[in-house]
């Protein structure tokens, strides 16, 4: 408080300089502090990887293909970065999604919910076991793998609750290192979901 008074004369700052002291005797800011029943908790999951489409089973690189060539329907005259994801259904259809940019750039809409809205209204109650997401980069390379923007993700986790099974990702460019994700969910911890709407 002192060295408030003393070296300024404007009354506002020796007024907060008391102020300043006395916080500091009720809250200070060195002590000890107790932290009570904190549990540390992990989340962590399992993906595979591999160097190129080469090592897939005949079954995944045959829908990485399909991904691939996906890619040339995209809409993307904005960002140049055309994305194709091909499903695989249960019952053996395959089920094609880009992205559909628009000059209204909020209006676009990403490949993986193209893909979710299509399955859903094609095949109604049938589950999609696999997805391949690739992508095509006109500005620059396409040789590493791309995951699901974050409404992506929330749209995937609440498509495997409707089906109650999980969705498995194939991720990769036009070339290079496959990421495989066996559960799409595990992409959004701590996602909001329908459970969070419930009441009681
Ligand atoms: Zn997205």
Known sequence: MYFYIATSKS????????????????????????????????????????DSINELNSIDAQLLHKARATTKN??????????????????????????QENASY???????????????SQFPGEAID???ISYYN???????????CGICRQSLAEYEERQKQPIRLILGGMEGKIIIIPKASTLLPFGFGSEDLKKG
């Open 11 to 50: 009354p506002h700052l020796v007024l907060w300089g008391f102020f300043y002291l006395e916080s500091a005797k009720q809250f200070p800011l060195t002590g000890v502090t107790t932290i009570r029943n904190m549990k540390e908790q992990k989340i962590s999951f399992s993906y595979e990887e591999y």
């Open 74 to 99: 995209a809409y993307a005259p904005y960002s140049h970065f055309n994305v194709g994801a091909t499903a695989l259904m249960q019952n053996g259809s395959f089920v094609n999604g880009t992205n």
């Open 106 to 120: 909020p209006v676009g809409i990403c490949a993986e919910r193209v893909l979710l809205s299509s399955a859903s």
């Open 130 to 132: 696999v997805i391949a």
């Open 138 to 148: 006109e500005n620059g390379a396409s040789d590493k793998p791309i995951s699901p």
